[in-house]
């Protein structure tokens, strides 16, 4: 079903991952990055509320594939902070809400919710891969970043251009 401004809802499934969604939670839509992880024999879906970011800082929420999602038909641009934190020994560990460089591009850190233990995943930007990396292999963490969206959400949601 097309929603105004070009948007269009669908099963989670079926929305590309690194594209950005709108999701309703508690009764309000909050602008998510569509993640996925491939596992054995299946994909597992997630998103990460970006705006408002979720309780607790950035996380992996697993979606069933069947929930319906409004797809935004785009990616968003994260804009790293041109001062990444100092790399003194020993190199800071990523916290959920840095986004990291690697040789691969940025990624996002983010908790997992899953299981007994909080494990600190990453969801590539652009692609939304989502893996645990080995800090060996990252070359800069920007704990200060924005989002440049599109115009039409943009205005939707004001607090992007301004970052975390």
Not at 5 to 22: M, N
Not at 53 to 68: K, N, T, V, Y
Not at 98 to 108: I, N, Y
Not at 129 to 142: G, K, N, S
């Amino acid at each position: 079903m097309a929603e105004p401004g070009g948007l269009k809802e669908r099963p989670a499934f079926e929305v590309p991952a690194g594209h950005a969604v709108l999701r309703r939670q508690d009764g309000a839509s909050a602008l998510c990055l569509k993640g996925q992880r491939a596992a054995k024999g299946y994909v597992q879906d997630y998103t990460v509320a970006l705006a408002p970011a979720a309780e607790g800082g950035h996380r992996l929420d697993f979606i069933d594939p069947e929930e319906r999602l409004t797809d935004c038909g785009a990616r968003l641009a994260f804009v790293a902070d041109p001062h990444p934190a100092e790399q003194a020994a020993p190199r800071p560990h990523p916290r959920p809400g840095d986004l990291v460089e690697s040789a691969e591009g940025l990624w996002l850190a983010v908790s997992e919710t899953s299981g007994l233990y909080r494990f600190v995943s990453f969801i590539h930007v652009e692609t939304g891969v989502v893996r645990r990396l080995r800090e060996a292999t990252l070359t800069a963490i920007h704990p200060h970043w924005r989002i440049a969206a599109p115009p039409a959400l943009a205005v939707l949601f004001p607090g992007l251009a301004s970052g975390r």
